[in-house]
């Protein structure tokens, strides 16, 4: 990955996209897949063509039933890692981490495909993946699954997308729904940072998968020219702040890496979090790399999706109470 991804990020901060999309294996959508496969059909539904905003619905064609009756499945609005530059929800890499999802904890899994920076930089990505919430939130029951149960609704998110969920959370938590009930925010080593050089980046400076100068490359594409990274956007409890303590803001099952060079600052959005007064519940893999839920060869892998069953299956279960 690293052999194509440092070529492509030019010292201009633009992006060599042939090169990237050259590499980049898309996966089509399987409305009808076959028996024999995972037992999952994919779809893809536009948001607003004008952005090119869409979402990948995953669905596991064989329903939980009771009696003659389907048992509704939870949603989980998913947003793909890649520094806010790579990937697409119809990547290779993204359409089986969103499939296992949803064949593994049973879900309605929807993976929004936002802008890329450095073409699109914030608050583009942000827009983006809280339009297409809304716009869940306002389909026709028609366009969704039967089993799909906006009543318990989960924000997702890996690295980059670990971010975008944290603040498509904090606009959720000012708007008035009309049937997406968020019940909880699951972040996998969320994307944040900031000017100060903490612990775990000097130690894991050089990956692996992800390097620190890489993670800077991300920052200086993204986030407005002439900002830093004490941007609120990346140092989200920073001295550039927004205070959340006051607003709705779902339970929250965070993933930390030992040997990710983010952990130091996912540890400190976890203090923020509770200074905040938010739930939070901190799952911490001392042995794993950054983005360790997508290599299903790992131990930590299985132990994840585990962790994630049970973080959902509690936040439902209040809703019975």
């Known amino acids: 990955m690293s052999w194509i991804v440092q070529p492509s990020l030019r010292p201009n901060m633009t992006v060599n996209r042939r090169l990237v999309n050259f590499f980049d294996l898309k996966v089509p959508q399987s409305p009808s897949p076959h028996p024999r496969s995972d037992g999952i059909a994919s779809s893809d539904t536009i948001v607003d063509p004008s952005r090119n905003l869409w979402f990948r619905l995953f669905n596991p064609i064989h329903p939980t039933t009771s009696g003659n009756e389907v048992v509704g499945m939870p949603v989980i609005v998913f947003y793909h890692g890649g520094g806010f530059i790579l990937g697409h929800a119809n990547s290779m890499a993204m359409d089986i981490m969103a499939r296992r999802l949803a064949r593994e904890l049973h879900a309605i899994v929807l993976s929004v495909d936002y802008r890329l920076a450095p073409e699109h930089r914030f608050p583009c990505q942000y827009e983006d993946g809280f339009d297409a919430l809304r716009f869940i939130d306002e389909m026709d029951s028609r366009d969704l699954p039967a089993s799909a149960d906006l009543g318990r609704c989960f924000l997702a998110g890996e690295s ?55 993670t800077d490359w991300f920052w200086k594409a993204f986030l407005p020219e002439g900002s830093d990274r004490d941007h609120s956007a990346a140092n989200v409890f920073g001295p550039n702040k927004v205070d959340i303590s006051g607003l709705r803001f779902p339970p929250t099952l965070l993933f930390v890496g030992g040997c990710d060079p983010l952990r130091d600052w996912e540890i400190r959005y976890c203090e923020g ?49």
């Open 160 to 214: 980059a997308g670990g971010n975008l969920a944290h603040h498509v959370a904090v606009t959720a938590g000012e708007y008035d729904f009309k049937r997406v009930n968020l019940l909880g925010l699951i972040a996998i080593q969320p994307f944040f940072g900031g000017e100060e050089r903490v612990e775990s980046e000097m130690e894991f400076s050089q990956g692996p998968v992800l390097s620190l100068e890489l």
């Open 273 to 321: 979090l509770k200074k905040s007064g938010k739930q939070v519940y901190l799952v911490d893999y001392p042995n794993a790399v950054h983005g360790f839920a997508s290599f299903n060869e790992t131990s930590e892998a299985c132990l994840f999706l585990s962790e994630v069953k049970d973080f959902m299956q509690k936040q439902m279960a209040k809703l019975t109470r």
